[in-house]
């Protein structure tokens, strides 16, 4: 009789554990066997770009030449923390999609992540 228990983690919760932090994703790009999967690079891609993009646009921000330097703190708290928002609620969604095995496409990075999953 042959063994049907399946050992691990479902290619679903793997792809919802890559929008926690950018370091699951990477980890899933990198290691075999989660990086044989389409599935599981799609939502590893996006993370990962959706973290780069949230980081890029927070250094931008950041070293915006217009404000002044006594402002700036409290510019860069006021602009960061809605992208930070965003962020985790982009992630969210995306991770709770991924438990239940869709795939969420943000806008120009979905499509992105979409071709690369399938190289």
């Not at 290691?31 to 389409?38: D, E, G, L, Q, V």
Request: hydrophobic share 55%; glycine share 6%; charged share 10%.
């Amino acid at each position: 009789m042959p063994d049907t228990k399946q050992s691990g983690l479902s290619e679903n919760s793997i792809g919802a554990v890559a929008y926690i932090t950018v370091v699951p994703a990477i980890f899933f790009l990198a290691i075999s066997p989660y990086n044989k999967s389409a599935y599981v690079r799609y939502h590893a891609w996006q993370s990962t770009m959706l973290s780069v993009l949230a980081f890029i646009l927070g250094a931008v921000l950041s070293y915006f030449p217009i404000f002044n330097v006594t402002l700036k703190p409290l510019v860069f708290t006021g602009l960061s923390l809605p992208i930070m928002f965003v962020w985790a609620f982009i992630s969210i969604w995306c991770a709770i999609g991924a438990l239940s095995g869709r795939r969420i496409k943000i806008p120009i990075i979905g499509a992105w992540a979409a071709k690369q999953s399938t190289r």
